[in-house]
């Protein structure tokens, strides 16, 4: 069954689909491509340089029928449908759920079929154009237990308490349909020295310049139109080493990404998380 639930920036929100009080009658979805080319001067035809994508238009259809309490939830949707907030919708099917960040084109259409049903136009604009999923995670370092019980401690043999997972890189398989930024954070288990995440593919890598100790965090923020380096919660992007480090993406399909330190890179959890970026619901 196909889901639609429209949340705004006070996390208040309603859910359109069959079984629903708003009944999603449709749902058009709407990205246009623009194709940039050139014409060479006595050529045939043009050359094509590249493309970029529109913002994103989503039309929902909405209906309502005249029973006892209908002018109740006519009143909600209109309350939680305000232009003045931003909102997201999320899209849910048995298979999967996807989600887009959009602002209201319009105040909400509201027409009356018959004595029996309310019909509600709502048109919306992702100015982002691609849907996404819930951020996904990637240990590229982390500490695996082994302690099990019962427990027998020999003096020959001793007993290990924990393996940590430390070959300073991992496949990182973006799922979406396009490149995308990701954030990296940093935990130190002990004394830790200048930090970095990198491409080991390309050689492009992000360094912070950084002295930690036990249970700071490094966090490298790397999204369109967001790039960030925080010290334990506070903004420092001075920290970022500018002289070797360049931001990159994950790109679509594998990525083979690492970590490091100047100093006991071993000390260190290392996570990154990101967003898989989608052209359709």
């Known amino acids: 069954m196909e889901r639609v639930i429209y949340r705004n920036g006070l996390s208040h929100?309603?859910?359109?689909?069959?079984?629903?009080?708003?009944?999603?009658?449709?749902?058009?979805d709407t990205l246009d491509n623009n194709i940039v080319s050139t014409k060479r001067i006595s050529a045939d035809g043009y050359v094509y340089s590249g493309c970029s994508l529109d913002a994103r238009d989503l039309s929902l259809k909405i209906s309502i029928l005249k029973r006892d309490g209908w002018r109740a939830l006519l009143a909600r949707l209109q309350q939680v449908l305000n232009p003045?907030?931003?909102?997201?919708?999320i899209y849910s099917n048995e298979v999967y759920s996807k989600e887009i960040d959009v602002v209201l084109d319009e105040i909400p259409k509201i027409t009356m079929r018959g004595k029996g049903v309310v019909d509600i136009y709502v048109k919306c604009?992702?100015?982002?154009?691609?849907?996404?999923q819930s951020e996904k995670s990637e240990y590229l370092a982390f500490l695996t237990s082994k302690f099990k019980f019962p427990v027998i401690i020999t003096k020959v043999q001793g007993m290990v308490f924990g393996i940590r997972k430390s070959i300073l890189e991992t496949e990182v398989n973006n799922v979406g349909d396009v490149a995308t930024g990701f954030r990296v954070i940093f935990k130190a288990k002990g004394q830790v020295r200048n930090v970095e995440v990198s491409n080991k593919l390309t050689g492009e890598k992000l360094k912070v310049i950084v002295s930690m100790q036990k249970g700071d965090l490094v966090e490298i923020v790397n999204m369109p139109g967001n790039k960030m380096i925080k010290i334990n919660g506070v903004k420092s992007f001075k920290s970022l080493d500018v002289e070797v480090s360049k931001f990159f993406d994950l790109e679509v399909g594998k990525n083979l990404i690492g970590y490091n330190a100047d100093l006991n890179a071993v000390n260190?959890?290392?996570?990154?998380?990101?967003?898989?970026?989608?052209?359709?619901r």
């Open 84 to 89: 003045k907030l931003s909102a997201k919708l």
């Open 125 to 132: 604009i992702a100015n982002d154009s691609y849907w996404t």
């Open 13 to 28: 929100e309603v859910e359109f689909s069959a079984f629903s009080p708003y009944i999603l009658v449709d749902f058009e």
């Open 268 to 280: 260190l959890d290392v996570i990154l998380y990101y967003k898989p970026l989608f052209l359709g």
